[in-house]
């Protein structure tokens, strides 16, 4: 009779086994708290990141919609198509603290818009100085005799003479505006077929030490944009001369000569089909309007804006050392009033 079998003995795991499963269940620990860091500063920035790319999207179509409105719906222009003055211009004019009639700038630009197309009219006779500027009330609309001008409004007084003032409206009655005591710099006639047009003027301009997209008007100064980097501005225009606006017969302005040929020279395209219209070239001459209404007739040739906008990142995504980190875009806008071609 055989003796009782044996079964093994279970053996424990061996140390290099437990050294083994210890390293494994530290790697997953590690690797498992690195995933909910990781998942963590991302849930952290992830409302940042979206509010950069929302800020980049309002800066774009703030500008765009300003540059593109410039001129749009503005009674006062040349009957051929053109413009009797630039619509948009490369510094802050008409607002609160202007730069130079002349002056250059890449990080700002001022637009001229319709502030109400009802507000317009023809100029009656002459005027100059603190001449109330009197309008042909018979041209304007049924039940209307003001033209639609209000007191408040900013009106524009240009004629084909490429020359402009733009003035505050004091008081209004049938058939003349009083601008109170800021005189024109221009004379204005009803022979140049000087025209008046209710107008907005806005500037844009970056303020680096605020780091802020901002918007000036005549009577204000505004935050548009929070966390901005850089704002560059560019001018592309025509390389062909312009030829309007076309002065009366017999009379010249700063584009027009007195026998009808253009006064600027022809230029050779250094930017696709355009030339980039850079500080030197829009502040050379020829020089248009008188005083703070002057500026460079080259402006007439303008047909591209290009704009290049950055914004910041992110807080946890900036270099200790500062520098650019930020979100950028460039893009383009048609001007739809500069100075139509011959």
Known sequence: MSGPAFLPREQGATLLELLLATALVLTGLALGSGLIRLAAEAWRWQPEAADQVQRLRVGVETLSSAVAGAGARLPGVDDEGGAYVPM????????????????????????????????????????????????????????????????????????????????????????????????????????????????????????????????????????????????????????????????????????VAADGSPRLPDLVPDYGPFVHLDAARLSDGPVCGTGVWRFDADLFRVRLVRITLRVAAPRGFRPAAGGLSGMGVTFDVLVRAAGRLG
């Open 88 to 255: 948009i211009f490369p510094h802050l004019r008409g607002v609160t603290g202007p730069d130079g009639p002349l002056s250059v700038f890449t990080d700002r630009i001022t637009v001229v818009s319709s502030a109400s197309e009802e507000a317009s009219g023809h100029l009656a006779g002459v005027a100059q100085g603190l001449d109330p500027l009197r309008f042909e009330a018979s041209r304007c609309a049924p039940l209307a005799p003001t033209c639609g001008f209000q007191v408040g409004q900013r009106v524009m007084v240009a004629s084909r003479l490429a020359a402009a003032d733009i003035v505050d409206v004091a008081s209004v009655a049938s058939g003349a505006i009083d601008h109170g005591a800021v005189p024109l710099t221009e004379r204005y006639a009803s022979a140049e077929d000087a025209r008046l047009s209710a107008v907005e003027v806005r500037g844009y301009y970056f303020d680096a030490a605020l780091r802020q997209l901002r918007l000036r008007t005549a009577g204000t100064d505004m935050p548009v944009l929070d966390e901005v980097e850089g704002l560059e501005i560019r001018f592309l225009g025509e390389a062909r001369a312009p030829a309007r606006p076309r002065p009366p017969p017999g009379l010249a302005n700063c584009v």
